[in-house]
């Protein structure tokens, strides 16, 4: 299998042949993770650290139970509590937790460029859930899987990303995976949501929604991040979902068979409306959900491979 990386930091250094790699193998563990013995031994022996300093449910909770199901020791790390509220340096945490012998090391940071610089002070694989604005590589891996199971294929497709592009490292993170695959991607959403220089991205730019989503394939929405603006950026909630709000009426413009994406947590009523979220037919958020696991179980099988191959050509013996 052609996966050649020792970290997975972004999409960025991503061949076309890694990204086929993790999704093959990660279609294996989604079967899997349909029956009733969903367990392997992959990482079997391997410790698992996962160090979330922003919060997160789904992806945290769908590192753990990927590392459990292939067998690892899983830790999580209570950054709410840990010596990093003390005034503990970022790097200080790292070699502290290098000490103890970590296989992979799963980190969420509000800055980006933090897990990049984290992955330099460590000897194990370290996998990016989430840097600042910065990347989301395993989200963007997750959405292509759940695109290429009900498309299909992963190429040539007409795909509206939606809403808050310019907080967003989930759209960052799909805008270069997709242009990587060739695909034909859109950025939809107001201007004071769209980072400038975004038209030099080999991306379409929209500030319209009918326009954008016309002969969509895919329809990926985002949450409007109220956490990470500090100011104005929207007139008013109301008035958002008025021009940019998934609904019934603008999804009419997309392909009749065009699918409804959103990276959770929705805010339902703001960027997309209850009822298409909850459509079966055109919905496949919670397919994303289930999709997860299973990229994230082929993504720290394939990297423990990798350190594995390392450690023995190093003359280290492990496990
Ligand atoms: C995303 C994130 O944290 O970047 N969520 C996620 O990982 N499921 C998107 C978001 O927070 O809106």
Known sequence: MAFSQRHLL???????SDITAILDLADQYAEKGRGTVKHGDALAGLTQINMFFENSTRTQASFELAGKRLGAD???????????????????TALTLNAMHPDLLVVRHPHSGAVNLLAEKVN?????????????PTQALLDALTIRRAKGRLHRLNIAICGDISHSRVA??????????????????????MPSGAAEWGVEVYDDMVEGLKDADVVMMLRLQRERMDGGFIPSEREYYHRYGLDAEKLSHAKDDAIVMHPGPMNRGVEIDGTIA???????????????VAVRMAAMDLLARNLMVRRADKGEVYV
Not at 10 to 16: D, H, R, V
Not at 278 to 290: F, G, M, Y
């Open 278 to 292: 909850d459509d079966i037919n055109r919905s496949v958020i919670q397919e994303q959900v289930e999709m997860g």
């Open 74 to 92: 899983v830790m999580n790390m209570a950054m709410q509590t840990s010596s990093v509220k003390k005034g503990e340096t970022l790097i200080d």
């Open 10 to 16: 972004g999409i960025e250094p991503l061949s076309q």
């Open 172 to 193: 960052r993170s799909n805008l270069i995976l997709l242009g990587k695959m060739e695909n034909r991607v859109k950025l939809v959403g107001p201007s004071t949501l």
């Open 124 to 136: 194990c694989a370290v996998l990016n859930a989430g840097d600042g604005k910065h990347e989301h």
